[in-house]
Every structure is written in C-alpha cells, then in structure tokens.
C-alpha cells in the first residue's frame, strides 16, 4: 500500500495551460504539505493544510492554487504555466505535531 | 530565518568504508530533525527521525546524532555499499502552526564504490 501517491508522475505541458496534481494519503495523517524540487535539488515547502485549512502559504505565485477536498487530499492547480515552473513537485504529509513526515514519488513537470 | 547546511556536497568512496554526513542549521529551536534519502528520479525515503529531545536514532548500519545547542545533526554509515548510493538530505521540523513544516539542506550526493 503506498503510503502516499501522487498523479501524475511525468506532466509535460506548453506554457499559458492550466494543470493540476493529485496527492491522496492513507496514513490518517491531519498535515499535507506540496514542496518543490528545483533544477539544483533544493527542496522548499510551499503550502501546508491542516484539517482542509490553508496553514502555510510560502510566497507562492496566486497562479498556485492547493485544494483540500478532506483532509486525505491535497490537489495543487496551476494556472498559465510559465517555464520557470519546471520542477519536481512533491506531496507529503504528516500528522499534527509534525512528526515523521512521509512523502510521495513527485511530479516532474516541464514546461516546453 | 532557519538556514540548514550539508557538508560535503559530494562524496565518493571505496565499498565497505564508514563514513560520515554532515548536516548543520541555524537556530537551534527545532523540533525534529529528519534524514531522508532520494534516489534520482525518485521521491523521498525517510531514514530517520530525531525528536529534539533525543541525541541519536539508530537504524541498521544508520546512525544519526543530533546536538541542538551547536545547531549540528550527522549521520554515520558503517560498513557502506554500492546500494547506499544516493543523495541524503537532512530537514528540519518546527512544531504547530506556521512552523509545522521541514526545512531542508542541500543534500549530499554519495557515490559508493564496488
């Protein structure tokens, strides 16, 4: 059982579309995160929710839009795509006091 | 604001070395601290998590070590194998709120070889 799992795992799109990320977790975890992996590998978070509630919003383009349906989904929809948004773009979630932190394959998108 | 750091940023080795990463941060007001580990084109394997209270967690051939007060976590391999190689990563978690996130350092990419 994967713990959790995000789709999909290769996007390739032309820049102006819109596109979204799906991340699911059974873990019973009340935390989900989205990071992005740059072209050097560095990892920084972008969003948090906690409970479906936009806990963390780390100075990320308006075109960056989480959605949590409950709190085993967060679903990451991005508008008017620019080729600066090629990046790996992971889901990962934890419970509420932030222990262990489990994360998901990530998205590789490229913007062309 | 919290700055992790990860020395060396490569590493190359002989099968069956010990060796050790480095991983330092800036304030010492952590929660936890986490090592994970990613293969390329892969996501993230968590190997081990030190509560901010505790001094080391071990895991098989893995031992990492955490002092808060000199703001320094290291994580030992013993015995390495071709199969360790990959890239560490160590995050830092705050607790609650805005702080209940990791941060991350910029990885060490290890190279064991047979």
């Known amino acids: 059982d994967t713990a959790v799992s995000q789709t999909p795992k290769y996007l390739v799109t032309q820049m102006g579309n819109d596109k979204s990320i799906k991340c699911e977790q059974n873990?019973?975890?009340?935390?989900m995160y989205w990071y992005k992996q740059d072209s050097k590998k560095f990892l920084k978070i972008m969003f948090s929710?906690?409970?479906?509630?936009?806990?963390i919003n780390e100075t990320v383009p308006n075109r960056f839009s989480p959605k949590s349906p409950d709190k085993a989904h967060l679903n990451l929809h991005i508008n008017s795509l620019e080729l600066g948004d090629s990046a790996v773009y992971f889901c990962?979630?934890?419970?509420?006091?932030?222990?262990?932190?489990?994360f998901g394959q990530g998205t590789r998108l490229t913007v062309v | 604001k919290q700055e992790v750091t990860q020395i060396p940023a490569a590493l190359s080795v002989p099968e069956g070395e010990n060796l050790v990463l480095n991983c330092s941060f800036t304030?010492?007001?952590?929660?936890?601290l986490q090592w994970f580990r990613q293969d390329p084109g892969k996501g993230l394997t968590s190997l081990l998590l030190?509560?901010?209270?505790?001094r080391e967690q071990t895991s098989g051939r893995l031992n990492a070590s955490l002092d808060k007060s000199s703001g320094r976590s290291t994580l030992y391999i013993a015995a390495s194998q071709p199969g360790d190689s990959a890239t560490y990563l160590c995050?830092?978690?705050?607790?609650?709120?805005?702080?209940?996130?990791?941060?991350f350092g910029t990885g060490t990419l290890l190279a064991v070889q047979p």
């Open positions: 990962a979630s934890t419970n509420v006091w932030n222990t262990e932190a489990f």
């Open positions: 929710y906690n409970n479906k509630e936009l806990i």
């Open positions: 030190i509560q901010s209270s505790q």
């Open positions: 873990l019973g975890h009340d935390t």
């Open positions: 304030d010492s007001a952590i929660y936890n």
């Open positions: 995050a830092v978690g705050g607790r609650g709120g805005a702080t209940n996130k990791l941060i």
